[in-house]
């Protein structure tokens, strides 16, 4: 059974950081491309950073220079470490997982960050 859980969100200041967390289990994680997408009130989900199972990575030009994602292959986790947050950045977080070779894709349960001016 595949599981993501997201982790790390909360209420921060302009200018503050935060770090996400997406821990899984039953997955091949090693070599499952993920990702981090967000879905703001009225808005669609979007992509927000990408990487690789090789840990190569993209992200949105609105994230660039302040978000960056890393994983932790033993510890079957992705990481998502946001500064210079702004309130534009208010969203639920989720974490996606593209099983290898496939087009199938998994969602954790969303995690909420909200950010104050």
């Known amino acids: 059974q595949v599981q993501l859980v997201e982790s790390g969100g909360g209420l921060v200041q302009a200018g503050g950081s935060l770090r996400l967390s997406c821990a899984t289990s039953?997955?091949?994680?090693?070599?499952?491309?993920m990702g981090w997408y967000r879905q703001a009130p009225a808005k669609q989900r979007e992509l927000v950073a990408r990487?690789?199972?090789?840990?190569?990575?993209n992200y949105a030009d609105s994230v660039k220079g302040r978000f960056t994602i890393s994983r932790d292959n033993a510890k079957k986790t992705v990481y998502l470490q946001m500064n210079s947050l702004k309130p534009e950045d208010t969203a639920v977080y989720f974490c996606?997982?593209?099983?290898?070779?496939?087009?199938?894709?998994?969602w954790g349960q969303g995690t909420q960050v909200t950010v104050s001016s």
């Open positions: 996606n997982l593209r099983w290898p070779l496939s087009d199938v894709d998994y």
């Open positions: 990487i690789t199972s090789g840990g190569s990575s």
């Open positions: 039953g997955t091949l994680f090693s070599i499952s491309p």
